[in-house]
C-alpha cells in the first residue's frame, strides 16, 4: 500500500462521518408561493436535503417588492440567510461591491459552469471583475401571451396567431361578454405586458436602442410611437380586470372569463396546476407571434458571505446541486421555465417549452430590461406605464414623451 | 354578584351623565339608540363577512354574495388555515407562528410597560433638567413612520450585536411603543394626588422605593391600557417580525400574509378570513375580556394630563 | 436623597440621579434612535446612496427629482386628503359615539365593545376584509344590483378618483373605536356638578358640550391628537394591503412612496429625501406644541 492511498483512506474515513454529522441547516429565502412555483421549490429543497444538508424554507409571499427588504435588511444587518433568491441582474449588484456576497468561482470552475450554462449572458450577469457571484437556475422569458382557446370558441373566432389577428378578434370578444386581456391591478405587471409589446411592435432593433443603449430619441420616434398607440388599445381591453394578482389574472384566462394575459412563462405553471393542456386547452404566442424572441430574464440564487465555515461549505454544495442536471429538469419543468443548461433532456417539456427551447436554440434572444436598466430607472419606467394603463385620460403621446425623458436620464 | 355590582360601579369615575332615561320609547331614545345601532352596523358587517364567508365552501362563495348566510357550514377552511396552509415549502398553516407570537408578545409587552411606566414615573414625579427635551423628541418619535427608522434600526441593533435575535427584537418593540406608553403613564402619574408622593418623601422613601410600594399598585388601571395597546401592536406587527428576525421566530402574521398573499390558482377567500380571524383572535379576546377596564383606564390616565 | 423635596436646588448631575440612571433607556432612545436616526436620514437625503448608505454628497439633487415625481406629488395629496378627512372624522364619530354612549344607555357594554373591536385587528386584515366588501364583484355592488338596481356603481377601490376615500372608510372603521373609548373616558372624568348648573341655567345640551365640556377634555383631545395624527402620517400597511396603492399610482401614500424607492428601486438617497420631507411638518407642527404642552407650569419642576 504506498503513502497515498493510505492518506486518502484515512482521508475517507474521517471525511465521511465529517460530512454526514455535520448536516448544516441553510435558510432560503424566497418569494415562490404561487402553486406552481412552490411545486417547484420543493425539487430544490429535496435536492439539497439529499445531499445531508437541510433546507429551511424562508419564503416570504407578496413578490419581490415584500420580500427584497428583508433579504438586504438581513444582509446588511449582519444576520444573513444562507441563500437568496433574487432576479438576476443588477439587483445585487452593489451587495457584491461590498464584499457581502460570497464568491462562486471555485465551484463554477470545478464544475465547468462556464461551458454549461447557456446562453452565456446568464452566467455574465452572474459575473463581477471576473468572479461569479450567483448561480442561475432558470431562465424566464417574460415574451409570451396566453390565450383561452375556450374563450376565442365562444367568441365564435379562430384562436389568434399574432397580435394583429388578437387585435380582429377584439370585438368579438367583446359582444360576448368576455374580458379580451387581463392585466393584473400590480404595476409591475402592466410593465412587463408593455415590454413585450415593445419588443414585437416596436422591433428588435429600436428595443435594443431603447432599452440596451438608452437612446432617448429613438424612445421618441414613430416606431415606439406605435408600441404606445397598442398599449392605449390594451389598456382599454383590460380595463374590466379588477384583480390585483398576476395569477388571478392567470386564472381568468383560464377559466376563459378573459381571452388573453401578456405573462411570462410562469404564467404556464398555473395552467399546468389547472390540468389544463397546451395547444388543447390554452395556447401560447411567444413574441405575441411577431418577433418570437425569449428574452432571458430569470432568477438566480446568491449567497451572501457567512462567518460559519460549516455554512459556507453548505453553501457551495447547494449552489452545485442548483446547477445539477437532475434538478435542473425536475425544477424547470414545475415552474414553466427553461432550464439553463443546454445538456438536459427535456423530452417531457410540453408544447409551449418545446416553442421555447427551439426559439433559444435559434439564439433569438435579448436580455430582460432587468438586465439593462437599474432597479431605480426600472421603477421610474414602471411609474410611467402604470399610470398611464390606469388613467384613460392620459395620451399615449404624453405618456411617450415621460417614458422618453426617462430613458434619456438612465442608468 | 355584589362583585360584579362594584365592578359595574367602577367602571367609571363618575357615571354616565344624560338624563335618567324615563320612557323606553321616547322620541330622544329612539334618536340614540338608531344613532347608536346604524353604528354598530357599520362596525359590525366586517367581523360578520369574515365569519359567514369562513364558513363556507368555495363554490358557494363563488356563487352566492357575501352577506347571505352560509347554505352548508363547513369548518374546513378554519381547519385549512390553522394547520394545513401553504407557504413555499411549510404546509403548516398558521399554528406554526402562534407560538413564536406568544414568544415575542409577552416579553414584549412586559418590557416595554416597565420601561415606559418608570419614565411616566420619572417625568411626573422626578422632572431633571432636559427631560421635558427628551419627553418632546420621544413624542415626536411617535410620529415617525417606521419605514424611516428602519435602516438606523437595523445599523443599531447590529453594532449591539443583537440583530436577528428574539432580544433584538423586543429592543423594537420596547422603542417604538415608547412614546405613546410614556405619555399615557405620564399623565395617568401626574394626575395621582400629589400628597401622596410627599408623604412618601417626608417617609424618607426614595426613587424605586416610591415607584415599586406606591405608585406602581396604584398604576394598574393604567397597566391596563398600556398592555392592550402593545398586546395589539405587537400581534399584529409584520415588519418588524420578519426583518428583525428569522425564520424561526416569525410571528403568526407572517404566515398570514404568506397565506393571504400566496394565491394558488383562485384565491381561497374562506381560507382567507379563517385565517383573519384566527390571527386578530388574541388581541379579539384580550378586547372583549378587558374592554371595560380600559375605558376606566384611559378614564384615569388620559383625562387629567 | 434623605428628605429633600426634589425640587430642592440641589444642583448638577446627582439632582435627581436614581431618576436619570432610571430613564437612561428613554433618554437612550430619544437621543441614539429618534434624534439619531432622524439626523443620520437627514444627512444621507443628500447623497446618492442607492442599496447601501455612502457618504457621496450630491447636494439636493435627490430633493429636485422627488418633487418632479409624479408619483410623490400624488402621494403627498393623498396625505393630505386622508388626514383631514381622517382627523375630523375621527374626532367627530369618536365624539359623537361618546356622548351618546354617556346617555345612560342599556348595553353599554355591548356597543362599546362593537365599537372598539376593529381596533384588535391588524392593518392588513382591515385592508383584506374591506377590499373584499368594496369588490364591485363579490361585495355591496354586486348584492345592490341583486335587488334590482342594475346600473348602481359602487367600486372605490377601482376608481383613481375616488380610491383614497375607499380606503378612508376602512381606516375609520379600525380606528374611531379608540377614539371614541377616549373620549368616553373623557366625558366620564367630568364633574356631574357642571351638568347640575348647567341644566339649572337652562343652557341647550348642545351648548353646554360645544362651549363647556369639550373645553374641559382638552387633555383628553391632545391624546387624541396624538394617536390620531400619528397613525396618519405612517399609514402604509392599509395601502399596501387594500390597494397596492392602486389602481395605478391613485392611493399612494408617502410612507409607501419611501419603502418602495428604498427597497424596490434601490435608492436609498431618494427616500430619505423623501423622509425628511416628511418629517419637516412633523417638526414643524410637532415640536413647539409638545415643548409648550409637555413643559413647565407643572409640579415638582
Redesign the interface.
Known amino acids: 500500500m504506498n503513502i497515498r492511498v493510505t492518506v486518502a483512506a484515512f482521508a475517507a474515513t474521517v471525511a465521511l462521518p465529517f460530512a454526514a454529522a455535520h448536516a448544516t441547516d441553510l435558510?432560503v429565502?424566497?418569494w415562490?408561493?404561487?402553486?406552481g412555483e412552490?411545486a417547484a421549490?420543493?425539487e430544490l429543497?429535496k435536492a439539497f436535503d439529499a445531499t445531508g444538508n437541510k433546507?429551511?424554507?424562508?419564503?416570504?409571499?407578496?413578490s419581490?417588492?415584500?420580500a427584497?427588504?428583508?433579504m438586504?435588511?438581513?444582509i446588511?444587518?449582519?444576520?444573513p440567510?444562507g441563500a437568496t433568491q433574487f432576479n438576476h441582474g443588477r439587483?445585487a449588484?452593489?451587495?457584491i461591491e461590498?464584499g457581502l456576497m460570497q464568491d462562486l468561482t471555485e465551484v463554477a470552475e470545478k464544475e465547468h459552469w462556464k461551458d454549461i450554462i447557456r446562453p452565456s449572458s446568464l452566467l455574465d450577469a452572474c459575473t463581477k471583475d471576473g468572479k461569479i457571484y450567483c448561480a442561475p437556475v432558470n431562465i424566464h422569458s417574460w415574451q409570451w401571451m396566453w390565450l383561452s382557446n375556450a374563450a376565442f370558441e365562444k367568441a365564435g373566432v379562430a384562436v389568434p396567431k399574432d397580435w394583429y389577428e388578437f387585435e380582429a378578434a377584439v370585438p368579438a370578444l367583446q359582444k360576448a361578454g368576455i374580458v379580451p386581456l387581463a392585466v393584473g391591478?400590480?404595476?409591475w405587471q402592466s410593465k412587463g405586458a408593455f415590454d413585450v409589446m415593445a419588443i414585437a411592435l416596436a422591433g428588435i432593433d429600436t428595443w435594443k436602442k431603447v432599452y440596451i443603449d438608452k437612446d432617448a430619441e429613438a424612445a421618441r420616434g414613430p416606431e415606439f410611437a406605435k408600441v404606445w398607440a397598442a398599449a392605449a388599445k390594451a389598456r382599454e381591453w383590460s380595463k374590466d380586470t379588477?384583480v390585483?394578482?398576476w395569477?388571478?389574472a392567470t386564472?381568468m384566462v383560464?377559466t376563459g372569463k378573459a381571452a388573453a394575459q401578456i405573462m411570462g412563462d410562469w404564467a404556464q405553471g398555473?395552467f399546468q396546476?389547472?390540468g389544463q393542456t397546451a395547444g388543447k386547452d390554452y395556447t401560447c404566442l411567444p413574441g405575441l407571434g411577431v418577433n418570437e424572441v425569449i428574452s432571458t430574464g430569470g432568477d438566480a440564487f446568491y449567497f451572501p458571505k457567512q462567518k460559519d465555515a460549516e455554512k459556507t461549505k453548505a453553501q457551495m454544495v447547494l449552489a452545485s446541486t442548483l446547477l445539477s442536471k437532475e434538478t435542473q429538469v425536475a425544477f424547470n419543468l414545475k415552474k414553466g421555465s427553461v432550464p439553463v443548461r443546454g445538456d438536459v433532456d427535456l423530452a417531457s417539456a410540453n408544447d409551449c417549452m418545446k416553442k421555447g427551447l427551439d426559439i433559444l436554440a435559434k439564439g433569438n434572444i435579448l436580455p430582460d430590461s432587468n438586465q439593462t436598466f437599474?432597479?431605480?430607472t426600472?421603477?421610474?419606467l414602471q411609474?410611467v406605464i402604470?399610470?398611464f394603463?390606469?388613467?384613460p385620460s392620459i395620451t399615449p403621446e404624453d405618456a411617450q414623451k415621460q417614458f422618453a425623458d426617462i430613458v434619456a436620464q438612465a442608468d | 354578584m355584589a362583585d360584579t355590582l362594584r365592578i359595574e360601579g367602577a367602571v367609571t369615575p363618575e357615571g354616565p351623565h344624560g338624563r335618567k332615561p324615563r320612557r323606553a320609547l321616547s322620541r330622544r331614545n329612539i334618536m340614540i339608540y338608531g344613532v347608536l345601532l346604524l353604528a354598530a352596523f357599520y362596525y359590525i358587517l366586517p367581523l360578520y363577512v369574515m365569519v359567514v364567508t369562513s364558513l363556507k365552501g368555495m363554490p358557494e362563495i363563488r356563487l352566492g354574495n357575501i352577506f347571505s348566510p352560509p347554505v352548508e357550514i363547513t369548518f374546513e377552511p378554519w381547519v385549512k388555515a390553522w394547520s394545513e396552509a401553504?407557504?413555499?415549502?411549510?404546509c403548516d398553516g398558521l399554528s406554526r407562528g402562534f407560538w413564536n407570537s406568544v414568544l415575542i408578545t409577552v416579553p414584549s409587552v412586559l418590557i416595554s410597560i416597565a420601561v415606559a411606566s418608570i419614565n411616566g414615573y420619572a417625568l411626573a414625579n422626578w422632572r431633571f433638567k432636559g427631560s421635558d427635551v427628551f419627553f418632546t423628541i420621544l413624542i415626536v418619535g411617535a410620529f415617525i413612520p417606521y419605514q424611516v427608522m428602519?435602516?438606523p434600526m437595523?445599523?443599531i441593533?447590529?453594532e449591539l450585536g443583537i440583530?436577528?435575535t428574539l432580544a433584538g427584537l423586543i429592543v423594537v418593540h420596547t422603542v417604538f411603543g415608547m412614546p405613546i406608553l410614556t405619555l399615557l403613564f405620564r399623565n395617568y402619574f401626574t394626575s395621582l394626588p400629589e400628597e401622596l408622593f410627599k408623604a412618601a418623601r417626608v417617609d424618607g422613601a426614595g426613587f424605586w422605593g416610591i415607584y415599586l410600594h406606591i405608585m406602581l399598585p396604584m398604576a394598574v388601571p393604567i397597566m391596563v391600557v398600556a398592555m392592550i395597546l402593545q398586546v395589539t401592536g405587537i400581534w399584529n406587527d409584520f415588519l418588524f417580525g420578519?426583518?428583525?428576525t428569522?425564520?424561526d421566530y416569525y410571528p403568526m402574521t407572517?404566515q398570514l400574509?404568506?397565506?393571504?398573499?400566496?394565491?394558488?390558482?383562485?384565491?381561497e377567500y374562506n381560507v382567507n378570513m379563517a385565517a383573519t380571524i384566527l390571527t386578530g383572535a388574541v388581541p379579539l379576546a384580550v378586547y372583549f375580556f378587558s374592554g371595560r377596564y380600559f375605558v376606566r383606564g384611559i378614564a384615569a390616565g388620559a383625562v387629567k394630563g | 436623597m434623605t428628605n429633600t423635596a426634589p425640587e430642592g436646588r440641589r444642583t448638577g448631575l446627582t439632582r435627581n440621579l436614581a431618576a436619570k440612571i432610571a430613564t437612561l433607556p428613554m433618554i437612550a432612545t430619544a437621543l441614539v434612535v429618534f434624534l439619531g436616526g432622524t439626523i443620520w436620514t437627514v444627512v444621507y437625503s443628500f447623497t446618492n446612496s442607492?442599496?447601501?448608505p455612502k457618504l457621496n454628497f450630491v447636494g439636493l439633487a435627490q430633493y429636485r427629482r422627488l418633487w418632479s415625481?409624479?408619483?410623490w406629488l400624488v402621494s403627498v395629496d393623498n396625505l393630505m386628503i386622508y388626514g383631514i378627512c381622517m382627523l375630523i372624522l375621527s374626532l367627530v364619530i369618536g365624539f359623537v359615539l361618546a356622548a351618546l354612549m354617556d346617555q345612560k344607555i342599556r348595553f353599554e357594554n355591548v356597543f362599546r365593545t362593537i365599537y372598539l373591536y376593529p381596533f384588535a385587528l391588524s392593518f392588513i386584515v382591515t385592508g383584506l376584509v374591506w377590499q373584499w366588501i368594496l369588490?364591485?364583484?363579490f361585495g355591496v355592488q354586486k348584492v345592490v344590483r341583486s335587488l334590482g338596481f342594475t346600473d348602481f356603481i359602487f367600486?372605490p377601490l377601482?376608481d383613481?378618483q375616488i380610491v383614497i376615500f375607499g380606503i378612508l372608510i376602512a381606516a375609520v372603521w379600525q380606528g374611531t373605536g379608540l377614539i371614541m373609548c377616549i373620549m368616553l373616558a373623557g366625558l366620564r372624568g367630568i364633574d356631574e356638578d357642571i351638568w347640575k348648573a348647567a341644566r339649572v341655567d337652562g343652557i341647550p345640551t348642545w351648548k353646554t358640550y360645544v362651549f363647556i365640556i369639550i373645553p374641559m377634555m382638552r387633555p383628553v383631545f391632545i391624546t387624541a391628537l396624538v394617536l390620531i395624527g400619528s397613525a396618519i402620517v405612517k399609514v402604509y400597511d392599509l395601502v399596501v394591503a387594500q390597494?397596492?396603492?392602486?389602481?395605478?399610482?391613485?392611493s399612494e401614500v408617502p410612507a409607501k412612496y419611501v419603502?418602495?424607492?428604498?427597497?424596490?428601486?434601490?435608492?436609498l438617497g431618494?427616500g430619505f429625501a423623501a423622509s425628511t420631507m416628511m418629517l419637516i411638518p412633523v417638526i414643524i407642527l410637532v415640536i413647539p406644541w409638545a415643548y409648550l404642552e409637555f413643559s413647565g407650569k407643572r409640579r415638582h419642576g
Not at chain 3, 243 to 250: D, N, V, Y
Open positions: 435558510e429565502t424566497h415562490w408561493t404561487s402553486g412552490a421549490v420543493a429543497a433546507w429551511v424554507d424562508g419564503a416570504i409571499a407578496g419581490g417588492d415584500v427584497r427588504p428583508i438586504i435588511s438581513r446588511t444587518g449582519g444576520d440567510m439587483q449588484e452593489e451587495l461590498n391591478g400590480q404595476s379588477k390585483q394578482d395569477n388571478q386564472n383560464i398555473e396546476v389547472a437599474s432597479p431605480d426600472q421603477n421610474a411609474d402604470v399610470q394603463w390606469n388613467t | 401553504c407557504t413555499g415549502l411549510n428602519l435602516y437595523v445599523i441593533l447590529r440583530y436577528g420578519v426583518v428583525f428569522r425564520p407572517v400574509n404568506n397565506i393571504v398573499n400566496s394565491v394558488q390558482g383562485v384565491k | 442607492k442599496l447601501l415625481t409624479e408619483r369588490n364591485p364583484e367600486d377601482y383613481q390597494t397596492g396603492g392602486g389602481p395605478g399610482i391613485a419603502y418602495q424607492v428604498m427597497f424596490t428601486a434601490q435608492n431618494q
